[in-house]
């Protein structure tokens, strides 16, 4: 179905930074008439062949490090081997990795039919990411082990979000500067994990946003910009952390998202009960309530999952869920809504 794939054509590639700047103060503006007839004379095949419904849920997985073997993974990390084999499962059934940014940005460009997954890595640990002695990332690390994928499965995007804390991440002074640039260049985002990785919720408030910020003007030096998503450091919040955030704690720095250590699969971006400043991730792992359980899930109950229509400026709805659509989150952008019946597949007016 490339064919109805419908990627950054018309200037809206997600992958563009500048495009999320507009999460601030959106302004209305007039797709071009390309765009919209494309969505006229394609949509109705789209939904009658993927039932797109992007009110559904969707994985924000949580990993930390790597480990040789498969008995040393423990609750956080996972083997070289078991990080191919998710992976690999991800792809097959479906699921396209897109960063966090992306995710907040409401602007979803995955292929009709597929489901977006975040992939995030906290703490910068040596094992997601070094260089080999010829320069590239290496089969034992996270980038190296996404990339290694590339052959097999032609269509696979490697994208991932690194939240980093610490002077040096992944734990090499001198590469630093080197590994965050490549993540950069190549569609990975680099992300805030504080600066020393305390426990936000028991130092004073003013060293709370002194750890978020001395990090945020690190990663600043290289993306260039003050608006950052974050990783809270065992999912410790401090008292009244939204209204905290959302007053202006932060200066002039933004926050553009903020994920839990948490167990379920996320509400879709564009529901009413989506959270920015609180997204729940799932840990990796087989066990219950892990990766592979909410995979299981959401292959039997398909209805609670996130189906992409292919059109990263369109949101496509069945009109059971419409009353979920956080309208006036999305209000003011350039996406365009289609709510269609889900028994006739007709479109209707929401
Ligand atoms: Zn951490």
Redesign the pocket.
Same mark, same amino acid.
């Given at each position: 179905m490339d064919a109805l794939f419908f990627g950054g054509d018309f200037g809206m590639n997600i992958s563009d930074n500048s495009l999320v700047d507009s999460e601030v103060a959106r302004t209305q503006k007039f797709m071009t008439a390309g765009l919209e007839n494309y969505i006229d004379e394609n949509i109705d095949g789209i939904i009658k062949e993927f039932e797109p419904n992007e009110l559904g849920s969707i994985p924000v997985v949580m990993y !930390?490090n790597l480990v040789e073997k498969e008995e040393d993974e423990g609750l956080y990390a996972r083997s070289y081997a078991n990080l191919r084999k998710d992976l690999v499962r991800l792809i097959e059934e479906g699921y396209v990795p897109i960063t966090t940014r992306e995710w907040v940005s409401g602007k979803i460009d995955v292929p009709a039919g597929k489901t977006p997954v975040v992939l995030t890595f906290?703490?910068g640990h040596p094992t997601d990411f070094q260089f080999g002695e010829d320069g590239k990332p290496t089969d034992e690390c996270v980038v190296g082990i996404m990339e290694s994928l590339v052959g097999e499965y032609p269509d696979f995007v490697p994208k991932a979000t690194f939240y980093l804390?610490g002077p040096a991440a992944f734990g090499d002074y001198e590469y630093d500067p080197d590994k965050i640039s490549y993540l950069l260049e190549h569609g990975y985002e680099v992300a805030n !994990?504080t600066t020393n990785?305390l426990n936000l919720s028991t130092i004073p408030i003013e060293q709370a946003k002194e750890e978020i910020l001395s990090q945020a003007k690190r990663l600043e030096a290289y993306t260039g910009e003050k608006r950052f998503s974050f990783?809270v450091?065992?999912g410790e919040k401090f008292d009244d952390y939204d209204k905290k955030i959302k007053e202006g704690l932060l200066g002039d720095y933004y926050m553009i998202s903020s994920v839990n250590v948490g167990w379920c699969p996320t509400y879709s971006v564009y529901s009413k009960d989506f959270n920015e400043l609180s997204i729940d991730r799932i840990t990796c792992g087989e066990d219950d309530f892990e990766l592979y359980y909410w995979l299981d899930d959401l292959k039997n109950n398909p209805e609670k999952r996130f189906i992409s229509d292919g059109i990263a400026s369109a949101i496509t709805i069945p009109s059971s869920l419409y009353e979920n659509y956080d309208r006036e989150r999305f209000l003011n952008t350039e996406n365009r809504v289609i709510v269609y019946d889900d028994e006739t597949y007709k479109i209707v007016n929401p």
């Amino acid at each position: 179905m490339d064919a109805l794939f419908f990627g950054g054509d018309f200037g809206m590639n997600i992958s563009d930074n500048s495009l999320v700047d507009s999460e601030v103060a959106r302004t209305q503006k007039f797709m071009t008439a390309g765009l919209e007839n494309y969505i006229d004379e394609n949509i109705d095949g789209i939904i009658k062949e993927f039932e797109p419904n992007e009110l559904g849920s969707i994985p924000v997985v949580m990993y !930390h490090n790597l480990v040789e073997k498969e008995e040393d993974e423990g609750l956080y990390a996972r083997s070289y081997a078991n990080l191919r084999k998710d992976l690999v499962r991800l792809i097959e059934e479906g699921y396209v990795p897109i960063t966090t940014r992306e995710w907040v940005s409401g602007k979803i460009d995955v292929p009709a039919g597929k489901t977006p997954v975040v992939l995030t890595f906290d703490d910068g640990h040596p094992t997601d990411f070094q260089f080999g002695e010829d320069g590239k990332p290496t089969d034992e690390c996270v980038v190296g082990i996404m990339e290694s994928l590339v052959g097999e499965y032609p269509d696979f995007v490697p994208k991932a979000t690194f939240y980093l804390n610490g002077p040096a991440a992944f734990g090499d002074y001198e590469y630093d500067p080197d590994k965050i640039s490549y993540l950069l260049e190549h569609g990975y985002e680099v992300a805030n !994990h504080t600066t020393n990785h305390l426990n936000l919720s028991t130092i004073p408030i003013e060293q709370a946003k002194e750890e978020i910020l001395s990090q945020a003007k690190r990663l600043e030096a290289y993306t260039g910009e003050k608006r950052f998503s974050f990783s809270v450091p065992f999912g410790e919040k401090f008292d009244d952390y939204d209204k905290k955030i959302k007053e202006g704690l932060l200066g002039d720095y933004y926050m553009i998202s903020s994920v839990n250590v948490g167990w379920c699969p996320t509400y879709s971006v564009y529901s009413k009960d989506f959270n920015e400043l609180s997204i729940d991730r799932i840990t990796c792992g087989e066990d219950d309530f892990e990766l592979y359980y909410w995979l299981d899930d959401l292959k039997n109950n398909p209805e609670k999952r996130f189906i992409s229509d292919g059109i990263a400026s369109a949101i496509t709805i069945p009109s059971s869920l419409y009353e979920n659509y956080d309208r006036e989150r999305f209000l003011n952008t350039e996406n365009r809504v289609i709510v269609y019946d889900d028994e006739t597949y007709k479109i209707v007016n929401p």
